[in-house]
């Protein structure tokens, strides 16, 4: 009779962990670091040797152990094939028949991170209650995952809900990481906040207290929030592109419900003052009807998600 | 043991339908006009009395019928119930317990008529061998359906798949039928591929053939097989919109294949040259190896889809 779950959430720098009971409820949270070197082979028998010394410590028998889940920052397919993953040093692999491998036959389901992390936040977040579910999390890039009617929409190649790189934007000079031009990464993600607010910064010289201190996404939104006109331009111009990259999101998917997360969204509500005019604007209006949420479950959404998997 | 499956395909003016055999090879096919009049009250019931007149006639027993499935025009939620479908007169109605109830009990499906005809060709048309699938329609409007992982899209309330409302254009100063500006369908439809060639031809006065004739999706494209540089203009504007939207399709959906129908495709795979280019520019490189093919069931892939519904 299965009593526990593992939900493993797999990062460039540490791996997070976490053992659930069957209810989703959190019985106990760690991390260990991940070990990139020797194009991280070693990262799979560290996971599997963490969650063995968990079981043994808590006297956790393998039999009620419903299995392990886990997130990985790459695309990943259905049956748990790895295409690439650059922050781990994977080249394609099966991690889903590796780590089962490693514990003794335990059962393992995979997925990509953002994709987890929208399934944990659709089970414990700020999704509850909906089954089709776009979220989106604006940190250092912009990253994406859709659910639909419940289940991760991996995609053909694992590259489902891939949203930072839409294009919304014909006119951009400036190449984005991925190497095309005018994607919604560039204007909605930390680093493009930080980088719409250097322009408007240069391309006059109206006061603001952004001239004061460091650029940043976090002090845009202080500003914005003080008063800042500056800064409220350059709030207006990130909600543009982002309220008609969701409204095109919305139009061809057709969700319930956006759920925002990220280091940007610590901003708070004020983000959808800036995001719904030009939603409200260019979506289609069959599609018009979502609910904008933040997220809640912060960096454990893809511990939960990945636990989710299982159930 | 059933042997046999209705498809039906409602259109604002006639009832396509299709009698077939469980591997899906039509047996017979007939039409029957759409009595729109009292707000469509007679449709499902003269639906309901065709099926039956076919089924007496060929001599089916109800035991050997797997069910009915049916294509709409309007949103149709999976439990069967259609929003509004404005060419039927249809309000708010369930559907599928009503026509069920029609044909004492028979097992009825149904969805949105431009999914479901997705899914016809997915199963027997230009789609086959593919379960992550894109239908693009470019007809009078830009109609889409999505497949994934064999299954239709249905989106939250019925409208998933609209993609020839998702914006395009932030610069557009006529309105789209929907209301908004710059929506795909303004570019990418039969009337917006005449509506550019008309701007072209007024914006200037390069001699072009298009002067000599009636401007149509038809005509342009016949002048841009036959080298009219006026012509081919306008397919490159045609091309770099449609090229774009669908790589922001691709980036959000990661399908392995666009099917493309509806009367622009007639033109044949020159589309593809005017398509790609601006595809290629924008799409993201983890989306971009999706394969680009035309729809061959025509006006059949409404019958074939939603006799594939049942199965």
């Known amino acids: 009779m299965a009593e526990y779950v593992f939900g493993v959430d797999v ?39 963490s969650i063995q010394e968990k079981m043994e410590q808590k006297s956790i028998a393998q039999e009620t152990v ?15 094939i790895v295409h690439k993953a650059v922050n781990l040093g994977w080249e394609e692999m099966n991690m889903k028949e590796e780590l089962t491998a490693l514990l003794g036959g335990m059962r393992v389901e995979g997925g990509n991170d953002a994709n987890v992390a929208a399934l944990g936040e659709m089970w414990k977040g700020g999704g509850q209650g909906h089954k ?16 639909i009617n419940g289940e991760i929409m991996t995609g053909a190649t694992g590259a489902g809900g891939e949203i930072g790189h839409i294009h919304v934007e014909d006119n951009e000079t400036e190449a984005c990481g991925c190497g095309n031009f005018g994607c919604l990464e560039e204007y909605a993600s930390a680093t493009g906040i930080t980088r719409l ?16 201190g460091e650029v940043s996404a976090k002090s845009v939104f202080d500003a914005v929030k003080a008063g800042d006109e500056l800064a409220i331009e350059v709030a207006k111009q990130f909600g543009d592109y982002l309220g008609k990259g969701l409204g095109v999101i919305a139009g061809i998917i057709n969700p319930e419900i956006f759920v925002i997360g990220g280091g940007v969204s610590k901003a708070g509500e004020v983000l959808f003052d800036y995001i719904r005019p030009s939603f409200e604007k260019t979506a289609f209006h069959g599609s018009k009807n979502v609910i904008f949420a933040l997220a809640t479950l912060g960096n454990d959404a893809g511990i939960y998600g990945a636990a989710r998997l299982l159930l």
Chains 1, 2 share one sequence.
Do not use: C
């Open 197 to 212: 607010a250097n322009r408007a910064l240069q391309a006059g010289d109206k006061d603001s207290v952004l001239r004061k």
């Open 66 to 80: 419903a299995g392990v889940g886990i997130g990985v920052p790459g695309p990943v397919e259905k049956n748990g």
């Open 11 to 49: 990062g460039g720098t540490t791996v997070k962990m976490g053992l659930f009971d069957m209810d989703g409820n959190v019985l106990d949270k760690w991390e260990i670091p991940t070990r990139t070197e020797n194009r991280g082979e070693k990262i799979l028998s560290d996971i599997a040797a």
């Open 132 to 147: 089709n579910l776009v979220a989106v999390t604006l940190g250092t890039g912009v990253g994406g995952g859709i659910i």
